[in-house]
């Protein structure tokens, strides 16, 4: 499973610089609020893993991988570690960069440890959602095939809904900083129940993947 995650890894070598951009990428988002850089930045490095599946087609990887000693199972759980690992990466860079954001942000208001807590929490319920609404049809088709049902609605969907959220936020006058509010204050409670969500969801992502990609035909 580790091996099959570094041959993704390397297989996305010259995508590899792409990377750079997305720390400025999430200053320049920032300008809004800070509280905006960890979904922003989780679903900016969701994205990226998107292109082991483009460079696995291109390089006809899937033949490969048929090759080596391994079950198609580990195929997929390589790539959902990879996935995960950049899931990582994107929550510590959106929390790294807080501060830095915060100084010029139109909102002034910083997040507090409790608050953090909740916003990686959901980032992490965010992470699971996309993965479940992206990866089994990725698998299943490939990228050529599924990338318009497999990536570019749910994330069309996923950009539509984040606008409609901060809308009804700005006309309801804080009902999405009301909830964030009232789960920093039920702290441990809502946390656990945010990452059972999410890791219940991510199990069902999984499973689904690898049902659908041991049915492929390469």
């Given at each position: ?84 690992t950049l899931f ?23 997040p507090d440890l ?13 992470y699971a959602l ?89």
């Amino acid at each position: 499973m580790y091996d099959i995650m570094k041959l993704d890894w390397h297989a996305m070598k010259c995508y590899h610089v792409r990377l750079l951009i997305i720390p400025i990428y999430l200053l320049l988002i920032g300008w809004v609020s800070p509280v905006c850089l960890i979904p922003l930045a989780v679903f900016l490095l969701f994205s990226f893993s998107i292109n082991s599946f483009y460079v696995e087609e291109k390089g006809d990887l899937n033949r490969f991988y048929l090759t080596l000693p391994i079950k198609r199972s580990q195929v997929v759980l390589g790539r959902y570690l990879l996935s995960l690992t950049l899931f990582a990466a994107g929550e510590l860079a959106g929390l790294a960069l807080m501060p830095l954001a915060n100084l010029f942000a139109l909102s002034k208001w910083y997040p507090d440890l409790k608050w953090c807590m909740v916003l990686l929490s959901s980032g992490f319920l965010f992470y699971a959602l996309l993965r479940l609404s992206m990866y089994p049809v990725l698998f299943k088709l490939g990228y050529q095939k599924g990338k318009i049902w497999g990536f570019y609605i749910p994330a069309a969907l996923t950009t539509l809904i984040y606008i409609i959220v901060l809308e009804y936020d700005i006309y309801t006058e804080g009902f999405l900083t009301n909830l964030l509010s009232y789960a920093s204050d039920h702290l441990l409670t809502a946390v656990s129940m945010i990452i059972g969500l999410g890791a219940g969801i991510l199990a069902i992502s999984c499973l689904l993947s690898i049902k659908t990609y041991s049915r492929r035909d390469f």
